[in-house]
């Protein structure tokens, strides 16, 4: 089974309007770190945002947050205020942290295009 | 200051040849990780190191894959005999420790093996 879905291969979302990217998961660990990353076309990943799994409130930073909903293992990403700059594939991420040791498992990313 | 570096940024060989591929992470973190990205397999781990050991090797490929670290710092990783399936890019990231949990991607490596 993936361990991280994302189901959304292409996203478009208009400038100044919000975004939700979805990411679902599967793990039986009780202790994981949920990673977004995002990777312009100049292809490096460049950390967003991270949500650990005992953290009682979602994680925001900036524009970004991660809507966490634990009973139904889902991670999604929102943008808000979405800028032209913001084009690029996004990745979510996972880090088993008792039986995963320390290597991130990624989904199959959207791709997100934010027009005028 | 200096963010992960990787040497080259592209690679073109031909099958069969032997190739290895430089990570430099940024100066102080002990955790260095390789991951590959291809078109057909998405963003797959292949081995990281704590300090110059390797307790997770699980991601390489086959045999044909190996790495190492020196110093605690710069990373080699070599793939022999190279196949067309070889072809991806290799990304390199590193961590202040195994238990910080942001990783620092460098600009990959680009493999071609024609």
């Known amino acids: 089974a993936q361990k991280i879905t994302q189901t959304q291969p292409g996203m478009f979302v208009q400038e100044k309007e919000a975004v939700t990217l979805d990411c679902t998961y599967d793990?039986?660990?009780?202790?994981?770190?949920l990673f977004w990353y995002k990777q312009p076309s100049s292809g490096e990943m460049i950390f967003l945002i991270y949500q650990g799994s005992y953290d009682q409130q979602n994680a925001t930073e900036g524009r970004y947050s991660l809507n966490f909903q634990k009973a139904r293992k889902s991670a999604n990403l929102v943008i808000s205020a979405s800028q032209l700059g913001d084009s690029a594939m996004y990745f979510c991420?996972?880090?088993?942290?008792?039986?995963?040791?320390?290597?991130?498992?990624f989904g199959t990313g959207t791709q997100l295009k934010v027009e005028l | 200051g200096a963010g992960v570096s990787q040497s080259p940024s592209n690679k073109v060989t031909e099958k069969g040849k032997d190739v290895e591929l430089r990570c430099d992470p940024i100066?102080?973190?002990?955790?260095l990780y390789w991951y590959r990205q291809s078109l057909g397999q998405g963003l797959e781990f292949l081995i990281y190191?704590?300090?110059?050991?390797?307790?997770?090797k699980s991601g390489l490929p086959s045999d044909r894959f190996s790495a190492e670290r020196t110093g605690g710092s710069v990373s080699t990783l070599t793939i022999q005999r190279t196949q067309q399936e070889d072809s991806a890019v290799y990304l390199c990231?590193?961590?202040?420790?195994?238990?910080?949990?942001?990783?620092?991607f460098g600009p990959g490596t680009r493999l071609t093996v024609t």
């Open positions: 100066s102080g973190h002990t955790a």
């Open positions: 190191f704590q300090g110059n050991s390797a307790p997770d």
């Open positions: 990231a590193s961590s202040l420790g195994l238990s910080a949990y942001e990783q620092y």
């Open positions: 991420a996972m880090r088993e942290l008792t039986g995963g040791g320390n290597k991130l498992t």
């Open positions: 793990t039986s660990d009780p202790s994981y770190g």
